[in-house]
């Protein structure tokens, strides 16, 4: 019986990524008017690049598959999804001011999205396998992204995010915000990592 609400809850998330998904690239694609270019402009987004993943392994999971019910791998998300949330919402929400499709896409991909994932995690994954170094671990892919998206600005002369856009705020600026984002993300990892032991320890 668990088996099978998980695997309808993971139904559900995926569901809500590819339709965030679907929904921003219409959106972007209308407004560029090629297919290409819209791929292009969205795979620069953190937002887009996670939910993507988000969609893959939730599908998995709703399919059955025993390969992808690695707890790293769900705290990871979790994790991501909450920094994508978090960001939105603090940094973003009021910037952006979303009309029409945006809004519905934002609604999935930045708002549902987040809290179905950490929700999961919370009620489905297994606990008491993560270890101390997992947070630093987790921490790679954010890392990559920033480095890939600060190359990508340099490059384009585009930047996915205002907080990260060095023609506009210097590199000074830049790094103090990628700082304050990361000591953040380690901080909830590492709660997150003790949470994990307390719910093993209840579990047992």
Same mark, same amino acid.
């Given at each position: 019986?668990?088996?099978?609400? =998980? ?29 290409? !270019?819209?791929?292009?402009? /969205? ?12 969609? #893959? ?8 598959? +025993?390969?992808?019910?690695? +707890? ?13 949330? #978090?960001?939105? =919402? ?7 001011? +979303?009309?029409?499709?945006?809004s519905v $896409? ?7 999205? +987040?809290? /179905? ?21 987790i921490a ?5 992204? /920033? ?12 930047? $996915? ?5 060095? =023609? ?10 990628? !700082?304050? #984002?990361? $000591? ?21």
């Open positions: 019986m668990k088996d099978r609400r =998980e695997r309808a809850v993971a139904a559900i998330i995926a569901a809500t990524a590819w339709g965030g998904l679907s929904v921003q690239f219409i959106v972007v694609e209308q407004r560029l008017g090629s297919m290409l !270019a819209a791929l292009w402009r /969205l795979a620069g987004y953190f937002t887009v690049t996670t939910n993507l993943a988000v969609a #893959i392994l939730f599908a998995a999971v709703a399919a059955g598959s +025993p390969r992808v019910r690695k +707890p790293l791998l769900f705290a990871g998300l979790a994790l991501c999804m909450a920094l994508v949330g #978090i960001v939105y =919402e603090v940094a973003l929400r009021h910037v952006l001011n +979303p009309r029409g499709l945006q $896409a934002d609604l999935l991909l930045h708002d549902l999205g +987040p809290i /179905l994932v950490v929700l999961f995690w919370f009620f489905f994954a297994p606990k008491g396998r993560m270890r101390l170094r997992d947070p630093w671990l790679l892919y954010p890392i990559a992204y /920033l480095i890939y998206a600060l190359i990508r600005g340099v490059a384009t002369g585009r930047y $996915a995010y205002p907080f990260i856009d060095v =023609e506009r705020i210097g590199w000074a600026l830049t790094a103090a915000n990628a !700082a304050i #984002i990361a $000591a953040c993300f380690l901080t909830v990892a590492h709660c997150l990592w003790w949470l994990d032991r307390r719910l093993a320890t209840k579990g047992a």
